[in-house]
C-alpha cells in the first residue's frame, strides 16, 4: 500500500469523535486521495459541488457542512476501511465469471484527489469518460497558510533534495506573498469602481468584488499551486487513467498514481487488478512512455531547441486563435444530416437533394432543425456533429486549465514555460499594481530557467504563473462548439477564456464562411465584461434569489 510522506502532503488532524464519524465513509483519514463509500449518491454529488466552491478538504467540509442533515445512527457499525477481502470476492465472481472489460463500465466511484498541482491535474482530468469537479480559484483565496505553515504549492521531492531546494521554496512563498498582498488592493480597487447596487445585499456585492479580484490575480499563482479535484467514474476509465499516470514524466503524476490505486482497491479491487501487473497494465504503460520518448527525440531533432522567451512574438494581452482546419463543405453537410433520419433514403441521396437546394430551402432546414431555443441548455442534435473545427490557441494557462475539461474536445498541449508572454488584465494597471505584478511574472520566469537546466520540463512548470501563455489545440465538431462556445461567453466568464471562445465563433462565422452554423449558436456573448463591471454578479444575484425562495417562511 502507498504510504503518505507528510513532507509533501499536509495531513489533517481529526478528534476521536470526528475520525469515528469520518471512517464510515472514507477508505481513510489522513492521505490526499480517498474513495468515497456508504453514502447516497445524492449526497457524494453534493459534496463535490460544494468541494469546488470551497477552501477546505472534503472530509472537513462532510464534517462542517453536511454530517449534520444526514441520519448516521444506522452506520455505527460501518468501517469503510475493512472487508477488501469480501469485496474482492464479490468483484472477482462478477468481473471473471460473468463479463468482460465492459463490466468495469458498470461500476463508479467517488474519488477525492486533495492536493495536487495544477500540472497534475491536467493529467487527471485527460479523460473523457470520467466526471471531474475542480477547486476554483475563482471562489477561493490563496492568501493563507496551512496549518504547517506552508503555502498551498506542490514540493516536489526531486527538487527540494537539491541545490535549488531552498531557492524553490523561498520563491514560491514570494509568489504566494506577493498575491496576498496584492488581494485586498485588488478588492478596495474594484469596490470604489463598482460601488453597491441599492438593490443588491452586501454578500451579494461582496461576493463579485472578491471574485472579479480573484479572477484579476489568479495569474499571480504558480502552476505548482495545489488544488483540490473530485472524481467520478467507471473502474475501466480509472484503469485507463492509472495506467498512463504510471507512463508520465512527471513524478508527482507516477506517485500519486500509487496513492489512488491504493484506495481504489478497497472499493473495486478486481477492475484495477492489472494496472500493475507486469504482462498487462505495466507493460501497457511500458508502451507509452517508450512511444513518448521516440517522439520526444524525434521532435527535438526536427525542430531544434525551444526559442528564447525573451523573443517571442506573442506577448501583449489578447490571446492568439487560429482557425487551423474546417471543411468548406460543413454546412451542406450538417443540413443534410438534419434531414437524413427523417428519410427512408440512403445518405447519398439526402446529400445530393440538399446540394441542388436554394441557400433559403437550407436555412428554413436549419430553422427547423434547431427550433424555439429558450436557453443555451436547448440544444438541437447530432447532425451538428457532421463538422467540425480545429483551433491552434495561445492563452494564459488559466484559461487553458478552464478549457481543457471540456471532456468532448480533442486537446494536446506543448510543455508550459515562459515562452509565450503573459497576460495582464487591465485592472492591475489602473489599480497601480503594474511593478509588483510584473516582477511577480520575472520572479516566476527566473526560477523556471533555473529549474529546467536540471530537472523536467514538466517539473519546471510548477514554478511558471498562471499568467504565463501555453500553445495548444482544441479540435470539436460544431455540436460541441454550440455547448462550449455559449458557456464560455457567458457574462461570469473569466475575460480571458471568454475572449478565446468570441475568437472562435468570429472564425467559424468568417474564416470558414459558416454564418449559418455561427447563428445557430445564439446564446454565444461577445460583450466585453472585463471592464463593464463585476462579471459575477447577477449569477450572484440570481443564487441569493434561490436561497431566499428556499427559505422557510417566519411567522
Keep these: 500500500m502507498a504510504s503518505v510522506d507528510p513532507g509533501i502532503y499536509a495531513v489533517e488532524e481529526w478528534t476521536d469523535d470526528e475520525a469515528d464519524v469520518l471512517r464510515r465513509y472514507f477508505t481513510n483519514l489522513d492521505g490526499p486521495v480517498f474513495a468515497l463509500v456508504n453514502l447516497p449518491e445524492v449526497v457524494k454529488g453534493a459534496l463535490f459541488a460544494r468541494y469546488s466552491r470551497s477552501a477546505k478538504s472534503l472530509r472537513r467540509l462532510f464534517l462542517d457542512e453536511f454530517v449534520g442533515d444526514l441520519d448516521i445512527s444506522g452506520d455505527l457499525g460501518v468501517d469503510a476501511t475493512v472487508g477488501l477481502a469480501r469485496a474482492e470476492q464479490l468483484y472477482d465472481k462478477i468481473f471473471f465469471e460473468y463479463g468482460d472489460d465492459s463490466v468495469a463500465q458498470l461500476g463508479g466511484v467517488h474519488l477525492a484527489c486533495e492536493q495536487a498541482s495544477n500540472v497534475l491535474t491536467k493529467v487527471l482530468e485527460w479523460g473523457r469518460l470520467m466526471s471531474y469537479m475542480e477547486k476554483s480559484t475563482r471562489y477561493v483565496a490563496y492568501d493563507s ?69 480573484f479572477d484579476a490575480l489568479r495569474g499571480m499563482l504558480p502552476a505548482g499551486a495545489t488544488s483540490n479535484l473530485g472524481i467520478y467514474a467507471s473502474g475501466q476509465a480509472y484503469e485507463s487513467l492509472l495506467i498512463r499516470m504510471r507512463a508520465h514524466p512527471l513524478p508527482e503524476a507516477r506517485s500519486y498514481a500509487e496513492l489512488m490505486l491504493a484506495e481504489l482497491r478497497k472499493v473495486i479491487p478486481s477492475w484495477v487488478k492489472r494496472v500493475d501487473v507486469a504482462d498487462r497494465g505495466v507493460a501497457h504503460s511500458d508502451y507509452l512512455e517508450a512511444n513518448r520518448s521516440a517522439m520526444q527525440a524525434l521532435a527535438d531533432g526536427l525542430f531544434g531547441p525551444e526559442p528564447d522567451p525573451s523573443a517571442s ?102 510543455d508550459l514555460t515562459p515562452a509565450h508572454g503573459y497576460s495582464q488584465p487591465a485592472a492591475v494597471i489602473e489599480a497601480g499594481v503594474e511593478d509588483a505584478y510584473g516582477a511577480a511574472m520575472q520572479r516566476s520566469a527566473d526560477l523556471w530557467s533555473s529549474l529546467s537546466t536540471r530537472f523536467r520540463p514538466s517539473q519546471a512548470a510548477y514554478a511558471v504563473a498562471l499568467a504565463y501563455r501555453i500553445r495548444y489545440v482544441m479540435q470539436f465538431n460544431a455540436r460541441e462548439a454550440m455547448h462550449l462556445l455559449e458557456l464560455r461567453t457567458s457574462p461570469q466568464g473569466h475575460p480571458e477564456y471568454r475572449q478565446v471562445c468570441q475568437q472562435m465563433h468570429y472564425l467559424i462565422a468568417e474564416r470558414a464562411g459558416h454564418r449559418v452554423i455561427a447563428a445557430m449558436m445564439s446564446y454565444v456573448d461577445g460583450a466585453d465584461y472585463d471592464s463593464a463591471g463585476l462579471e459575477r454578479l447577477q449569477a450572484e444575484r440570481r443564487a441569493e434569489s434561490r436561497r431566499v425562495e428556499r427559505a422557510p417562511a417566519t411567522s
Excluded at 509568489?175 to 496584492?182: C, S, T
Design 145 to 213: 497558510r496551512l496549518p504547517n505553515g506552508r503555502y498551498r504549492y506542490y514540493r516536489d521531492t526531486e527538487i527540494l533534495d537539491s541545490p535549488l531546494g531552498a531557492r524553490y521554496v523561498g520563491d514560491m512563498d514570494r509568489l504566494f506573498d506577493a498575491y496576498a498582498e496584492l488581494l485586498p488592493v485588488l478588492q478596495s480597487h474594484f469596490a470604489a469602481v463598482y460601488p453597491k447596487a441599492s438593490g443588491d445585499s452586501d454578500f451579494v456585492w461582496r461576493q463579485s468584488v472578491r471574485a472579479k479580484a
Design 313 to 414: 512574438p506573442m506577448a501583449g494581452r489578447a490571446p492568439h486563435v487560429e482557425l487551423l482546419d474546417w471543411d468548406p463543405d460543413g454546412e451542406v453537410k450538417v443540413v443534410a444530416a438534419m434531414l437524413y433520419p427523417y428519410t427512408d433514403r440512403p445518405e447519398s441521396v439526402v446529400d445530393a437533394k440538399v446540394a441542388s437546394m436554394s441557400a433559403e430551402e437550407r436555412l428554413e432546414v436549419v430553422r427547423r432543425y434547431v427550433g424555439d431555443r429558450q436557453n443555451r441548455r436547448h440544444r438541437p442534435g447530432r447532425a451538428l456533429e457532421r463538422c467540425g473545427y480545429r483551433f491552434d490557441v495561445v492563452s494564459d494557462y488559466g484559461a487553458f486549465r478552464d478549457l481543457q475539461r471540456h471532456r468532448l474536445l480533442t486537446v494536446e498541449w506543448q
